[in-house]
């Protein structure tokens, strides 16, 4: 093949799927390391040992009440993104269910990670209604759309952040304040109070994080996003939520989360987040630059490809569209195939093409926006991050041009 010949295959791997997962850092790694071998204690413990182990994960919880200006009573470390959501749907339905015999309305859109949508569906086992908020063309939910679908009984509504597939950035602030109004206006009725959740789980190395400022009540982050360990996270339940668990057990975690805690889980997240949170807004201006100008050049450069998502923004402070994101559609490829010719490559992306389990099912984000199929089909995710340079960029850049050249006259030649 004359184009791809002309490329040599990278050494290294060029690392292009950093919405779905980040390596952990190196002071992150060294953070957690001793608390696997030589303070390995339980927390529940009374001896030394123990207690220095409780240290640390009250420390832990410190850093992330800070980032998050909160309370540390009201931060509780989970397993990770899924878990933190599954615990505050499922777990405001199941306390919803237990003080109000009947009805109960869920409001979520149609755009939110699976562990949302999964959850909330799983809510609607409890006899619980459940309204999927439809999203523009770019991805955004309306706060006037919120207010709208908003009945005398919902309890709960959950917004993303951030969206992990187009990087749609949802006015959470406006929505909190329609929720804050209906709220005081429910105050001294028989309605339930509405609790506003949202999953930050893609925002934090990239957006603020105060929770004053967001307004929620309920907040998801994970540490596999944010160059901490897989498997860990944080779901902040605002002061007198009452929540059931969904993990039994001893009780920790103010009974939300029972389970020995992972205690080098907690500290290595703890470190994470506080970096992504330090260096977030100079490495939002990095990355959009870097993510502009590649961007432009993938468009103008392949015939037949459209940006999936909100119009990228300028280096400033981002707002509508996450800094490290583009989701592209190139017209008569197959996106998993195009995945494939790339790891061929050494370059690593994704597909909306295809879903978490690596089954064929197509994006729902992606169809939500409007995408017909073939543009689904045709679709590349491909999100930047820290370790992300121009060159490694320039590279890929001519990589995508030459795995869609092949793929394209394959069709052809097949047609
Ligand atoms: C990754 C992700 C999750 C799931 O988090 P896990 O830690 O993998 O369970 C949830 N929501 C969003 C937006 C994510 O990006």
Avoid at 8 to 27: F, I, M
Avoid at 120 to 125: G, I, L, P, V
Avoid at 228 to 251: C, D, E, H, M, S
């Amino acid at each position: 093949m004359p184009t791809s010949a002309r490329l040599v295959k990278s050494k290294t791997l060029v690392y292009l799927d950093h919405a779905a997962a980040t390596p952990v850092r190196p002071e992150v790694l060294r953070s957690m390391q001793p608390f696997w071998t030589k303070e390995f204690g339980n927390p529940s413990t009374l001896y030394s040992l123990g207690q220095r182990a409780q240290q640390a994960l009250t420390d832990a919880r410190r850093a992330v009440a800070q980032v998050l200006q909160v309370d540390q009573t009201e931060v509780i470390f989970t397993a990770g993104g899924s878990e933190s959501d599954t615990l505050a749907i499922l777990g405001a339905a199941r306390a919803f269910r237990a003080k109000h015999a009947r009805g109960g309305h869920i409001l979520t859109t149609t755009i939110e990670h699976h562990a949302v949508l999964a959850a909330a569906h799983a809510a609607t086992e409890l006899g619980i209604r459940l309204t999927l908020l439809p999203v523009n063309a770019e991805g955004f939910v309306s706060a006037a759309d919120v207010r709208a679908a908003i009945e005398p009984d919902t309890f709960l509504v959950s917004v993303m952040l951030a969206n992990n597939e187009i990087g749609t950035i949802q006015p959470i602030a406006d929505i909190a304040r329609i929720i804050q109004r209906q709220n005081s206006e429910r105050h001294g009725t028989t309605q339930p109070h509405i609790l506003l959740h949202t999953d930050a789980c893609q925002a934090g190395g990239y957006l603020e994080l105060a929770v004053p400022t967001l307004g929620v009540d309920l907040l998801t982050l994970n540490g596999s996003k944010v160059y901490g360990p897989k498997q860990t996270g944080v779901l902040f339940v605002r002061k007198g939520i009452t929540l059931a668990p969904v993990v039994y057990g001893g009780g920790q975690e103010r009974g939300l989360r029972s389970g020995t805690e992972n205690v080098a889980g907690a500290v290595g997240f703890a470190r994470a987040l506080t970096l992504a949170q330090t260096t977030q807004a100079k490495e939002a201006t990095r990355i959009a630059r870097l993510r502009n100008t590649f961007a432009a050049q993938l468009l103008k450069q392949i015939p037949n490809s459209r940006m999936n998502g909100p119009a990228l923004e300028a280096t400033t402070t981002p707002t509508r569209r996450l800094p490290n994101n583009i989701n592209v559609s190139f017209a008569d490829c197959d996106g998993e195939a195009l995945v494939i010719y790339l790891d061929a490559y050494n370059i690593a992306a994704a597909t909306g093409s295809a879903c978490a389990t690596g089954s064929t099912e197509p994006s729902h984000v992606l169809q939500a926006i409007g995408l017909t199929p073939r543009e689904v089909r045709g679709s590349l995710r491909l999100t930047l991050g820290m370790r992300t340079t121009a060159a490694q960029l320039q590279y890929a850049l001519r990589a995508i041009k030459a795995v869609v050249a092949q793929q394209r006259r394959t069709t052809t030649m097949l047609a």
